[in-house]
T-cell receptor
Framework: EAAVTQSPRNKVTVTGGNVTLSCRQTNSHNYMYWYRQDTGHGLRLIHYSYGAGNLQIGDVPDGYKATRTTQEDFFLLLELASPSQTSLYFC???????????FGKGTRLTVV | GDSVTQTEGQVTVSESKSLIINCTYSATSIGYPNLFWYVRYPGEGLQLLLKVITAGQKGSSRGFEATYNKEATSFHLQKASVQESDSAVYYCALSPPTNSAGNKLTFGIGTRVLVRP
């Protein structure tokens, strides 16, 4: 079973704060993704990556940076957090050539 | 861009009754998209419930089934007899047919299903 681990699972920060969400996959998957999920919206893609050092912009990238340091690790950075970034964030991974995407359990971020 | 529309809000159904969650899609890519149903149980991440990558085919898993209807651009999820353990949020999703950049998934808003004993 493919494993995607997110940390922290819950985070509260203040407006203007600096937050890093971490994701690690041990599946040797090429692709990794960061999504956010909000009431009234499906999961929306923030950033994704093909592999270490690669970064691609998703559909809702404003206010977010991301970095893929290794094949396993993908980080999402909020350098000036705003209340509009309060959301449930999911990391996911996929092997090139496969259609199935594997998700982590999510990080609930609250910006007060 | 691609879009997915599914039954909104919460669906409440009694145990052993039937369930249907509607899903229609619009895809901009050439060819037929891949279609998926994902499920998220409380406290868990999304997991794949079923997928169909060939138009006209039916997928099934855990008693659920969905048929890829390319004429109606629909992919409705059905189960004949639900159990309490089916209480979860269900997401319809699509991805482009070719292995394009990232092979991004486009999701519907999710439908919360509550099964009453």
């Amino acid at each position: 079973e493919a494993a995607v681990t997110q940390s922290p699972r819950n985070k509260v920060t203040v407006t203007g704060g600096n937050v890093t969400l971490s994701c690690r996959q041990t599946n040797s998957h090429n692709y990794m993704y960061w999504y956010r999920q909000d009431t009234g919206h499906g999961l929306r893609l923030i950033h994704y990556s093909y592999g270490a050092g690669n970064l691609q912009i998703g559909d809702v990238p404003d206010g977010y940076k991301a970095t893929r340091t290794t094949q396993e690790d993908f980080f999402l950075l909020l350098e000036l957090a705003s209340p509009s970034q309060t959301s449930l964030y999911f990391c996911a991974s996929r092997r090139q050539g496969n259609t199935e995407v594997f998700f982590g359990k999510g990080t609930r971020l609250t910006v007060v | 861009g691609d879009s997915v529309t599914q039954t909104e809000g919460q669906v409440t159904v009694s145990e052993s009754k039937s369930l249907i969650i509607n899903c229609t899609y619009s895809a901009t890519s050439i060819g037929y998209p891949n279609l998926f149903w994902y499920v998220r149980y409380p406290g868990e991440g999304l997991q794949l419930l079923l997928k169909v990558i060939t138009a006209g085919q039916k997928g099934s898993s855990r008693g659920f089934e969905a048929t890829y209807n390319k004429e109606a651009t629909s992919f409705h999820l059905q189960k004949a007899s639900v159990q309490e353990s089916d209480s979860a949020v269900y997401y319809c999703a699509l991805s482009p047919p070719t292995n394009s950049a990232g092979n991004k998934l486009t999701f519907g808003i999710g439908t919360r299903v509550l099964v009453r004993p």
